[in-house]
């Protein structure tokens, strides 16, 4: 097995395309985030790309554009296997002076996998952030209809959804700058990614994003607290979620906090359902010997 490294998102598109498109939905946060990466014409000197291959068959796939590696696996990784591509990948990373790791997603016997191996070479503990549960949905089920109706979110929402987005991450991930909310509304709105519930005004937003070959994903689903209760979060996915099933997408998913049951109910009554189980780990100070 050997680690490769690239610095051409394209290349490394052709290499490991194919394995990630065996389970194109559950993989979605690597190939949504790639494409996203070369439509987008990033620098690579701002990404870390590589694989564990054993031959010209990737195993292990990594990616990296902020502080977490994304993490997938070939199905042909089986657990041994698995273990001793990610004992390569972590003694790999572990001797670059480029590519800080503060912690890893990926789908649980993956990210399982490389946790414990980067505590074995790395010698760094390692603590959940967060248990998620991916979903996937190919057709909406017949729901409720809040009062109102879903619109794309115009420029003049945009400092209402910048402070949407900040209260949404604030309760969520852990907060968020002003400047870097108003980016991603501006973005979104530039899109036309970000979607509103709009009954006598917004009152609810959810954004499609990281496109696959034959899905998208939902993601940013916020209500603010004088709004909930009124069922406009399902109203709006649902929305947001057969508009991308009336177009070219067959299927769209999304992430969840499995910490939040009201959130799970919800996308559950709306017919998306529970595919895989994703963990956010993050690394911490040196384990003891």
């Given amino acids: 097995m050997q680690v490769k490294r690239f610095t051409d998102s394209n290349v490394f598109l052709g290499h490991?395309?194919?394995?990630?498109?065996?389970e194109e939905l559950l993989n979605n946060l690597p190939l949504g985030v790639l494409y996203r990466l070369i439509e987008d014409d990033r620098?690579?000197?701002?990404?870390?790309?590589?694989?564990?291959?054993?031959?010209?068959?990737?195993?292990?796939?990594?990616?990296?554009?902020?502080?977490?590696?994304?993490?997938?696996?070939?199905?042909?990784?089986?657990?041994?296997?698995?273990?001793?591509?990610?004992?390569?990948?972590?003694?790999?990373?572990s001797h670059l002076n480029d590519v800080h790791?503060?912690?890893?997603?990926?789908?649980?016997?993956?990210?399982?996998a490389f946790a414990e191996a980067w505590?074995?070479?790395?010698?760094?503990?390692?603590?959940?952030?967060?248990?998620?549960?991916?979903y996937g949905c190919s057709e909406v089920k017949s729901v409720p209809v809040s009062p109102g109706y879903c619109r794309l979110a115009?420029?003049?929402?945009?400092?209402?959804?910048?402070?949407?987005?900040?209260?949404?991450?604030?309760?969520?991930?852990?907060?968020?700058?002003?400047?870097a909310a108003e980016e991603m509304a501006l973005s979104g709105i530039n899109r036309s990614a970000i979607v509103v519930w709009d009954d006598g005004g917004p009152v609810s937003m959810a954004q499609k994003t990281r496109h696959t070959?034959?899905?998208?994903?939902?993601?940013?689903?916020?209500t603010p607290r004088r709004f909930r209760g009124k069922g406009y979060a399902s109203s709006c996915v649902a929305a947001l979620t057969r508009s991308i099933l009336d177009g070219p997408g067959k299927f769209a998913s999304l992430y969840t906090?499995?910490?939040?049951?009201?959130?799970?109910?919800?996308?559950?009554?709306?017919?998306?359902?529970?595919?895989?189980?994703s963990v956010v780990y993050v690394f911490r100070e040196h384990a003891s010997s």
Wanted: proline residues 3%; aromatic residues 6%.
């Fill in 257 to 277: 906090d499995l910490s939040n049951p009201v959130s799970n109910r919800i996308y559950m009554n709306i017919g998306y359902e529970p595919l895989a189980d």
């Fill in 43 to 93: 620098s690579p000197d701002t990404y870390f790309l590589a694989s564990v291959a054993e031959g010209d068959q990737p195993l292990l796939i990594m990616l990296q554009t902020q502080s977490h590696l994304i993490l997938s696996a070939s199905s042909d990784a089986a657990s041994e296997k698995l273990a001793a591509c990610c004992d390569a990948a972590a003694s790999y990373i």
């Fill in 213 to 222: 070959r034959h899905g998208a994903v939902v993601n940013m689903v916020y």
């Fill in 119 to 134: 505590k074995r070479n790395v010698k760094q503990d390692y603590e959940t952030e967060m248990n998620q549960r991916v």
């Fill in 16 to 22: 490991v395309e194919a394995v990630l498109m065996e």
């Fill in 101 to 112: 790791i503060a912690g890893i997603i990926g789908i649980r016997p993956v990210a399982d």
């Fill in 154 to 179: 115009a420029h003049s929402d945009a400092a209402l959804i910048t402070t949407w987005i900040q209260e949404f991450c604030e309760e969520a991930l852990g907060g968020i700058s002003e400047k």
